[in-house]
């Protein structure tokens, strides 16, 4: 059992460096093996480049190892902040990189006797984890909750993903010290449940 944690942030000192040490270290207590990803201390290149678009991969060994284990996890944990209502552009360019298609989806005829993705991801759940200034159920209302399309249906679901949990923490900016702890025990103990019990 693998999961892989990528992260999105740019501030090492963030709220969403510290949702992911807390995830990682709930799981690695539980003695699940954790792949962890902090995009922006790698130094992710989130641009494609034209013989990857055209199929060939590439010849930047970061890239093709992040899409080559996101095949292979067990399970996936993505730790992001709201920015726009989409994750920051490093997020996007690793969806675009690594999510390639014959590795994590084809397109064929499906169970639903429909012609369309099928996902072919090994991870059987998936838990998304972003923050945000806005609080869910006025997300929900005034914009659609975006991002809960994009990575239950758009990505995950495209890939076969089919148990997706998502965690909001809100609102960040006028948090307590205390409720940021909170949401952090919050994200550690809803990990170890979905991952560290199986
Ligand atoms: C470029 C940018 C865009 C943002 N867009 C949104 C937004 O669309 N909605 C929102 O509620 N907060 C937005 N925010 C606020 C962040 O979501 C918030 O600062 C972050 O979730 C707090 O977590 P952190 O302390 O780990 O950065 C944005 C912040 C930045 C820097």
Sequence with gaps: MAISLILAHPNPGSFNHAIAAGVRD???????AVWFHDLYAEGFDPL???EEFRGTGT???LIESHA????????IVIVHPNWWA??????KGWLDRTLRNGKAYRFGPRADGEIGPIGLLKARAALVIHTSNTEQERDRRLYG?????LWRTCVFGFCGVTNVERKLYASVIVSSEAQRKAWIADAAATAKAMFAAR
């Design 26 to 32: 709930a799981l690695e207590g539980a003695g699940v």
């Design 68 to 75: 080559a284990e996101i095949v292979e996890a067990d399970g």
């Design 48 to 50: 494609m480049r034209t």
């Design 59 to 61: 010849d930047d060994p």
């Design 145 to 149: 909750d975006p991002l809960d399309n």
């Design 86 to 91: 989409q994750p920051p552009a490093i997020l």
